[in-house]
């Protein structure tokens, strides 16, 4: 219902028939965002509107509201959501915000803010609200949200300043590291034998147990991206060798095993995992593994919006786009390119969904209010499905239109929103 601010004092226009269905007194308080008022009713036939004061102090725009009347005594104006992106304002570019403009785009009622950390004030923040009718976000003194997708990391006192401010209403709450998620999952029995055995790398001694152990193992930075600095490791007699790719070429380093203390200078104690090795399937000699885009709904529901197939460039050990690898569509690609029947493509993709909405339930009972999340499976040669990582730090979505799939990368952004208007009171739950 679009608002009409209206020039009179401290009053808020209703439908003689929301009043009536609701048995509305003379009196209600409003709740725009964090920003409160009480405020007089008075009677209109149509439109729903408010008097210029109210909409100064609560900060309303002339859009499109849904709105709740909470025990007759409460109308919440709404949804009123956001994204929580940078530290400073001054990063909010135009060219930033266009690309924001993504998240926009089945986005019609209440105001989707895009905020910095540096302009919060208590109730309110000096942000940028998404216009419908001009397709765009635009400057403004606003409400701060009801609930907030964060994109940026926040020390301690930051989540706590956050959390004081709406409660658990912002996701994702944590960003977990490697070491994290192995610590954290491995302690349900289900989930254990699909998790490459992982210890945290402490001295040159620990990579030798693991790969006494497991041949093949992997170093990886507990905290890396983009596949940087993960290394393939195997033992050959007399020395210990490691795979990895680098600045777009493969690269093999060779290490004497009486010159242990030389692994320090690729592997440093403290900052990296070392994780099982998975004979996985490959195509053409070429590893490959899947993202699956796991996002929650309006109706706070785990769902699988689709499952990307990365492909490792001839010889690399690691799959990333960015590091030279290719993105397909997982249905595609099983069916075209490795051969498998449409119905066992089927089965396939249904084990995966069952494996990821597990972690992802397995999250929430944790405690982890995670509402959009990138998690790495491996495939072996006998189709058992393995956890290789879950990207819970803004999750780069353009996965999806690498493997030409617009549409899943706009529904990725959509359900954002959606679970966005859920934590604000305005979902189907």
């Given amino acids: 219902m679009k608002l009409k601010i209206i020039q009179d004092k401290g009053c808020i226009?209703?439908?003689?028939?929301?009043?009536?269905?609701?048995?509305?007194?003379?009196?209600?308080?409003?709740?725009?965002?964090?920003?409160?008022?009480?405020?007089?009713?008075?009677?209109?036939?149509?439109?729903?509107?408010?008097?210029?004061?109210?909409?100064?102090?609560?900060k309303i725009k002339e859009v499109d509201?849904?709105?709740?009347?909470?025990?007759?005594?409460?109308?919440?104006?709404?949804?009123v959501v956001g994204i929580l992106a940078k530290r400073n304002f001054s990063a909010l570019t135009l060219k930033f915000l266009s690309r924001m403009e993504r998240f926009a785009i089945n986005y019609t009622k209440g105001l989707l803010i895009v905020f910095s950390l540096d302009k919060i004030k208590d109730s309110s923040v000096r942000g940028y609200y998404f216009n419908p009718e001009k397709s765009k976000f635009e400057e403004a003194e606003l409400p701060f949200p009801l609930s907030v997708y964060r994109r940026i990391g926040l020390?301690?006192?930051?989540?706590?300043?956050?959390?004081?401010?709406?409660?658990?209403?912002?996701?994702?709450?944590?960003?977990?590291?490697?070491?994290?998620?192995?610590?954290?999952?491995?302690?349900?029995?289900?989930?254990?034998?699909?998790?490459?055995?992982?210890?945290?790398?402490?001295?040159?001694?620990?990579?030798?147990?693991?790969?006494?152990?497991?041949?093949?193992?992997?170093?990886?930075?507990?905290?890396?991206?983009?596949?940087?600095?993960?290394?393939?490791i195997s033992k050959e007699e007399g020395y210990i060798k490691l795979r990895f790719r680098e600045e777009g070429l493969n690269k093999t380093a060779i290490i004497n095993i009486h010159q242990a203390d030389v692994i320090d200078?690729?592997?440093?104690?403290?900052?990296?995992?070392?994780?099982?090795?998975?004979?996985?399937?490959?195509?053409?000699?070429?590893?490959?593994?899947?993202?699956c885009i796991m996002t929650k709904d309006r109706s706070n529901t785990w769902i699988l919006n689709g499952i990307v197939v990365r492909l490792a460039p001839q010889g690399s050990v690691v799959t990333n786009v960015s590091s030279g690898g290719e993105a397909y569509m997982f249905e595609d690609f099983f069916i075209n390119n490795m051969g498998f029947l449409d119905v066992y493509?089927?089965?396939?993709?249904?084990?995966?969904?069952?494996?990821?909405?597990?972690?992802?339930?397995?999250?929430?009972?944790?405690?982890?209010?995670?509402?959009?999340?990138?998690?790495?499976?491996?495939v072996d040669k006998y189709h058992n499905v393995f956890l290789i990582e879950i990207n819970s730090r803004d999750p780069d979505a353009t996965i999806a239109l690498d493997a030409q799939n617009t549409l899943l990368y706009y529904d990725t952004k959509a359900n954002i929103v959606d679970y966005l208007n859920y934590l604000s009171g305005f979902g189907d739950g």
């Fill in 265 to 291: 200078e690729y592997i440093k104690s403290g900052n990296f995992i070392l994780q099982q090795g998975i004979d996985l399937i490959e195509y053409e000699g070429r590893s490959l593994d899947l993202r």
């Fill in 155 to 232: 020390s301690l006192f930051e989540k706590n300043m956050l959390q004081y401010i709406i409660g658990k209403s912002y996701f994702n709450s944590h960003f977990l590291n490697k070491y994290e998620v192995y610590k954290l999952l491995s302690q349900f029995e289900d989930l254990k034998a699909h998790i490459p055995y992982t210890i945290l790398y402490k001295n040159p001694s620990d990579l030798f147990e693991m790969i006494d152990k497991f041949k093949i193992i992997y170093a990886k930075p507990i905290l890396g991206l983009q596949g940087r600095k993960v290394y393939k």
């Fill in 65 to 79: 509201y849904d709105f709740k009347i909470i025990n007759s005594e409460m109308i919440i104006l709404g949804p």
């Fill in 345 to 378: 493509t089927f089965l396939l993709k249904e084990k995966i969904d069952i494996f990821c909405r597990r972690i992802c339930d397995c999250l929430d009972n944790l405690g982890y209010n995670m509402g959009y999340l990138g998690i790495d499976i491996g």
């Fill in 13 to 58: 226009y209703l439908p003689e028939e929301i009043q009536e269905k609701y048995n509305l007194n003379k009196e209600i308080k409003i709740c725009h965002g964090k920003l409160t008022s009480r405020a007089i009713i008075k009677s209109t036939k149509e439109e729903l509107a408010i008097s210029q004061d109210l909409a100064d102090l609560l």
